[in-house]
């Protein structure tokens, strides 16, 4: 008898587990409609149901946190945040399929849905929620402080392969890259070089900042690009073209190494999604846990840019 | 004389039916459940491959990538102006950090299987083997890290170049595949047909004469097998490696200078491209081959243990 009750709890939990993989496949997509309004004893709209943000990485941490306040916001209170990583394309792929409610994205999705794609770029509304600098980022012993974009440019096509080249001390150039479809690397070409940058023979790439930072700080002679949140004493930053890599030349527009932290949804945001939009670009969200994360609020930005990179005032 | 009422079965049919039915249902029961079981393996088997190949194969067909340009070219270039797919590169990192693992580490396995149970079984069975098997408990990330913070830097100081490449992943894999060659290469001698090593010493054979002319010959097919399904698996790690060999797209020209493998290439690219474009295809084209080469080594592995068997 036991092993009869063993054998049907079995064949239960199988089946229960094999409908859980199939919901998990479709059921992600309903999420969007499900934006309930229930009425509550005090007379007041809360909303409630679930919201999924998929994407960036570079955005994830950001996110993640604000989502924690945000769901421990009595106001709030009837919204389940989840948060996944998977990168900038993952992002705009599932809002664009539907998978997900809001794509976070380092790029503008015009960047990245290109040519047969271009339509899916139409549907998508652009939430820009913070704002993240780069700075170029050496090894300690290199001596040379600024670069010029025209050094820069040369150093990562591969023209230049010593420091001895561009004012430095007689060392080879080791850069660290990271891989051609990330979108901070997307950033740093198009804002401090002009120019698509190349996977030289023996020039190292890494996917995550923290490894990008580990292997500049130890490698000698290395060079590489780092979000100004993950910058501490244990690299050296470069100026660029003579100007400093700091909050305030960047609000300026002096320092163009920058973009906008984007949260795409897939035409205009539904009730909740816009609940959540609107609560990280509040002005406490902004002033406490973007800043707190090393972001730049978007409001303090005195320049504009679009998806074209024209700068405005 | 007892006679049975009308409609009423003789007490032996009886005693069977009672006896029979919860043993009928037993069996049914586990009929289902063994066969679902499998359904659900099968399908999801079918599924995984089905799909890999649908999307690993419009490269070719929608891309309109050539297959001898693929596993030949030697440039990666996927978001260039013209988008370049050469993938040699990646099948040569990952061929040369798999097969230099488990030339590391298939000595130190089969050696250390000899010595649990050859030379020390008391010890070597009731305290290395847990502590090799706990080697495969350990995720690949600190693997990664470790090898990233005491690996490359001692590579980097030892000899010239920048100390991330083939060497390093290859030592980091190594370490990795340990557990696998040594459980599977243990259980082989463990097994070994009782009387082939008291023969031998009865003939007046030394221990270690016993060892190499008799156990390691008559059990080569097994650990062969262990070294074969080490080097699938280090074939298949993919974040470990990417921490450690730099991912440069080019054919290194040495074991210290940053090379990419089918794995970390695909684990780099997948996230920031879009689904459907060409270089997401290209990257699934590289899991494609990465299948393929996991059926190589799974047919491998069945050659021997039929070469095993007879």
């Known amino acids: 008898m036991k092993k009869i009750l063993f054998l049907a709890v079995a064949v239960m939990l199988t089946v229960s587990l094999a409908a859980c993989g199939t919901k998990g496949e479709t059921g992600s997509g309903n999420t969007q409609n499900n934006g309930k309004t229930d009425t509550q004893a005090g007379g007041s709209a809360a909303l409630s149901g679930s919201l999924l943000a998929a994407g960036s990485t570079a955005l994830q941490p950001l996110v993640d946190q604000v989502s924690k306040k945000f769901m421990a916001d009595p106001k709030y209170s009837g919204i389940t945040v989840q948060v996944q990583g998977g990168g900038s394309g993952t992002g705009l792929t599932q809002v664009s399929g539907g998978q997900a409610d809001i794509g976070n994205s380092d790029i503008y999705a015009e960047e990245k849905f290109k040519d047969a794609d271009a339509d899916k770029a139409k549907e998508l509304v652009d939430h820009q929620v913070a704002v993240v600098a780069m700075a170029t980022v050496v090894n300690k012993d290199i001596t040379v402080d600024n670069l010029t974009k025209q050094q820069l440019v040369d150093i990562f096509t591969g023209k230049v392969t010593n420091w001895k080249d561009v004012g430095g001390q007689d060392e080879k150039i080791t850069i660290v890259n990271r891989p051609s479809s990330s979108g901070t690397r997307k950033t740093f070409e198009k804002y401090a070089l002009g120019t698509k940058s190349e996977d030289l023979q023996g020039s190292i790439q890494e996917d995550s900042s923290g490894t990008v930072k580990k292997l500049v700080a130890e490698t000698p002679g290395a060079i590489g690009y780092l979000a100004f949140s993950y910058i501490d004493d244990s690299v050296k930053t470069l100026k660029y073209d003579g100007v400093e890599p700091k909050e305030e030349n960047v609000v300026t527009g002096d320092y163009p190494v920058w973009a906008y932290e984007h949260m795409y949804t897939k035409g205009e945001p539904n009730e909740i999604a816009k609940a959540f939009l609107d609560y990280m670009v509040s002005v406490e969200v902004q002033n406490t846990d973007v800043v707190e994360l090393g972001y730049i609020p978007v409001g303090k930005m005195q320049v504009k840019r679009d998806a074209a990179g024209t700068i405005t005032k | ?310």
């Open chain 2, 1 to 310: 004389m007892y006679r049975p009422a009308e409609g009423e079965q003789p007490l032996h049919q009886r005693l069977q039916k009672k006896h029979a039915k919860p043993h009928i249902m037993e069996e049914w029961v586990g009929k289902v459940y063994t066969t679902l079981c499998i359904l659900v393996l099968v399908v999801t088997i079918v599924a995984i491959v089905y799909f890999v190949a649908s999307r690993g194969l419009s490269t070719f067909l929608v891309n309109g990538v050539s297959l001898s340009g693929l596993l030949t070219g030697l440039k990666w270039d996927p978001e260039g102006d013209i988008p370049l797919f050469g993938a040699l590169p990646f099948i040569f990192g990952s061929f040369s950090t798999s097969l230099l693992a488990a030339l590391i580490a298939a000595p130190l396995g089969c050696c250390a299987a000899i010595f649990m149970t050859q030379i020390m079984p008391g010890f070597g069975r009731r305290v290395l083997q847990p502590v090799i098997e706990l080697l495969a408990g350990i995720p690949s990330v600190v693997y990664g890290f470790v090898g990233l913070t005491v690996i490359v830097p001692l590579l980097r100081s030892t000899f010239p170049g920048q100390g991330i490449g083939i060497a390093a992943g290859a030592l980091v894999l190594s370490v990795m595949i340990l557990p696998t060659i040594t459980t599977i290469a243990t259980d082989a001698l463990a097994s070994l047909p009782f009387g082939l090593k008291e023969g031998s010493y009865a003939l007046g054979a030394t221990r270690w004469q016993t060892i190499y002319r008799i156990v390691i010959p008559t059990t080569l097919p097994s650990l062969l097998t262990g070294v074969v399904l080490g080097m699938s698996r280090a074939f298949g790690e993919a974040l470990a490696v990417q921490m450690v060999i730099g991912n440069a797209p080019h054919i290194p020209h040495s074991l210290f200078e940053s090379a990419s493998t089918l794995t970390s290439a695909i684990t780099l690219g997948m996230g920031n491209t879009v689904m459907g474009s060409a270089h997401n295809n290209a990257l699934w084209s590289l899991a494609l081959i990465l299948l393929l080469m996991t059926f190589v080594f799974v047919f491998v592995v069945r050659f021997l243990e039929r070469r095993n068997k007879r």
